[in-house]
């Protein structure tokens, strides 16, 4: 039985100097990353459905919940389930009991359109993921006490603050 960790999408990224877009997943506990390298129009995609966009005609991963919901079932949630070589494997999980296996671009995608989970198998993720450097606390506190104390008015520009 696979262990599943809850993450995070943090969104898209794009690498550099190769100019690649990449997927970033984030776990709390244990701390840490998942990069997955994604292709440009999977990064539109992704990015699409992160902001909660409607574009004016239905895009596939809309089209494919439509579809679910026809045959009166709904995605629960997606895993990241693991790498076959240096590709990234996902299934999309369904609320009848049936997983579709995915890419992990679609999946993530279907899972911010549908508002569901994404879960990562803990085990790709120690062995694909990188430790997420723990906050400092004092910065934290810092920044905190700085957001509860600032106004608008800080940061106009003008005659007397230039």
């Not at 997943?25 to 990015?47: D, H, R, T």
């Not at 400092?136 to 506190?141: G, S």
């Amino acid at each position: 039985m696979m262990s599943k960790i809850e993450v995070e999408v943090v969104g898209v990224r794009i690498e550099m100097p190769a100019n690649q877009p990449i997927l970033l997943l984030k776990a709390s506990e244990p701390a840490y990353y998942l990069p997955i390298w994604v292709g440009a129009i999977e990064a539109n995609a992704l990015s699409i459905a992160q902001r909660g966009l409607t574009p004016p005609r239905p895009m596939a991963h809309a089209l494919l919940l439509d579809v679910l919901a026809k045959y009166e079932a709904e995605l629960e949630d997606v895993t990241i389930t693991g790498k076959d070589g240096q590709i990234f494997l996902a299934e999309l999980n369904t609320n009848d009991g049936k997983s579709i296996s995915a890419r992990p671009s679609d999946a993530v995608t279907l899972a911010l359109t549908a508002h569901c989970p994404v879960y990562v198998d803990s085990e790709l993720l120690e062995e694909s993921g990188i430790e997420a450097p723990e906050a400092d606390e004092e910065e934290v506190a810092q920044f905190r006490d700085f957001l509860d104390n600032v106004s608008a008015e800080d940061f106009e520009t003008g005659p007397e603050n230039p």
